[in-house]
């Protein structure tokens, strides 16, 4: 159910739409979406029999970001999420960093997002696939143009879809020949934890709702709701689908596979179109609930002129960011047209851990009256993500350092600090 608005907008400001349906609605769409279908195989491929392992210390991080987020934006209901909160408790720089990690990483997550639903949804050549992709991110950009509420209920049914092709997915597994005769995957300890900053990619999407903050309902109460809710129904899925898929096939064939789903269910007849639907459906409800995000965050640092002030612009009668919207759509796309799926995953992951790494240390200088949780669990928040970022693939690692790079560099160039007077429109 749509939540009503919350009082008239101020100018060039956004409205108060989403009830706590809505918020979990939309966690659920960004963490239920292609990464369930796509991500078992490379973490597979680093954790082997001991995915389930990795798959739980994700859990354990995402449970500590996830808090850190809730606690924050409880406190500061705003949008772009660590992006504010790091600006506020730890610096503008700490803030950029923040920012920049989630717009570029989760552009990249667009960018899978869009690749997974193309490849199950259209098998053939790869141009076609990419072309699909590409009208796909431009279809939803342009739903979240119309306005927020028409996304929440559309997530609606993308993550009902989604739940029932997995239900049927499983049990699929369940009624295959089994792994016995699976062989085994070389694994250490650093590969387990490769393995868990891999699958951190499928869990992220709880941000989707601190980045929301300006058009949730009630935010000090509905967003630390929608947050665990949102995420506690996420890890359980994760668990039965992975645990399910290791005991069909087992670590060997899921690391070799690109579509481990459909590997999984291979030797069950009729399931494939199951799968081919499911992942679609869940691609395309995870991309929608991503442009969703990063555009608020990329409005929330142009607010700030970390990044142009143009795309601070709100639209004045769908109250969207659709400059910043609209140039997400752009990026992805091309992004689309040039992006490797696995190396997407791995730069994703990268840029995310660090956002979430900078939520932890702004949560610990949160004073005591706004503290929901003991500092402890944002200690250990922050460490696991510093040691989950050194651990992903080196090519993710250094792609990630080379943009953070550049991003601080355009940043100290163009000139940053000084919050515009007045919101474009």
Not at 7 to 21: F, K, S
Not at 219 to 237: E, N
Not at 262 to 288: H, P
Not at 399 to 414: C, D, L, N
Request: hydrophobic fraction near 55%; charge should be positive; include cysteine.
């Amino acid at each position: 159910m749509l939540g009503r608005a919350d009082g008239p907008a101020e100018p060039g400001g956004l409205v108060r739409r989403l009830g706590l349906g809505d918020a979990v609605v939309l966690g659920l769409g960004s963490m239920i979406g292609a990464g369930v279908f796509s991500v078992f195989g490379p973490a597979a491929a680093a954790a082997g029999r001991w995915l389930v392992l990795g798959l739980l210390l994700a859990a354990l991080v995402a449970f500590c970001n996830a808090m850190a987020s809730a606690q924050l934006a409880a406190a500061n209901p705003t949008s772009g999420g660590a992006y504010a909160h790091g600006r506020r408790w730890l610096g503008p720089g700490w803030g950029f960093a923040a920012g920049w990690g989630f717009v570029v990483g989760k552009t990249a997550s667009c960018a899978a997002m869009a690749l997974t639903f193309a490849t199950y949804a259209l098998p053939g050549p790869w141009w076609a696939q990419r072309g699909l992709a590409v009208l796909a991110v431009l279809a939803l950009a342009a739903l979240n143009y119309r306005g927020i509420t028409r996304t929440a209920a559309l997530t609606r049914v993308l993550v009902c879809l989604s739940l029932a092709a997995l239900a049927v997915i499983v049990i699929g597994m369940h009624l295959g020949p089994g792994a016995e005769a699976a062989g085994g995957v070389d694994t250490s300890a650093y590969g387990v934890l490769q393995s868990a900053g891999l699958l951190f990619f499928a869990f992220a999407g709880y941000a989707r709702v601190a980045t929301l903050g300006e058009e949730v309902v009630e935010p000090q109460k509905t967003i630390p709701r929608a947050i665990t809710i949102a995420l506690g129904i996420t890890v359980v899925i994760y668990l039965v689908v992975g645990v399910s898929a290791l005991a069909a096939v087992g670590a060997e064939r899921l690391a070799g596979s690109s579509a481990p789903l459909a590997t999984a269910t291979a030797g069950v007849a009729g399931l494939d179109v199951v799968v081919r639907v499911g992942a679609a459906v869940a691609s395309l409800g995870a991309l929608l609930a991503l442009v969703a995000g990063v555009g608020r965050t990329t409005m929330a640092m142009a607010r700030e002129r970390d990044l142009p002030p143009w795309l601070a612009a709100v639209h004045p009668r769908h109250r969207v960011p659709h400059h910043a919207e609209v140039a997400v759509a752009v990026v992805v796309s091309a992004l689309v047209l040039v992006a490797d799926l696995r190396q997407v995953i791995g730069f994703s992951s990268f840029g995310v851990l660090v956002y979430y790494a900078i939520a932890n240390l702004a949560a610990l200088r949160q004073p005591e009256d706004e503290r929901r949780w003991p500092r402890a669990l944002f200690v250990l928040g922050a460490t696991a993500c510093a040691v989950l970022v050194v651990t992903l693939p080196v090519g993710a690692v250094l792609t990630g350092v080379g943009v953070y790079a550049v991003g601080f560099a355009v940043r100290r160039f163009a000139g940053t600090g000084r919050r515009p007077r007045r919101t474009p429109s």
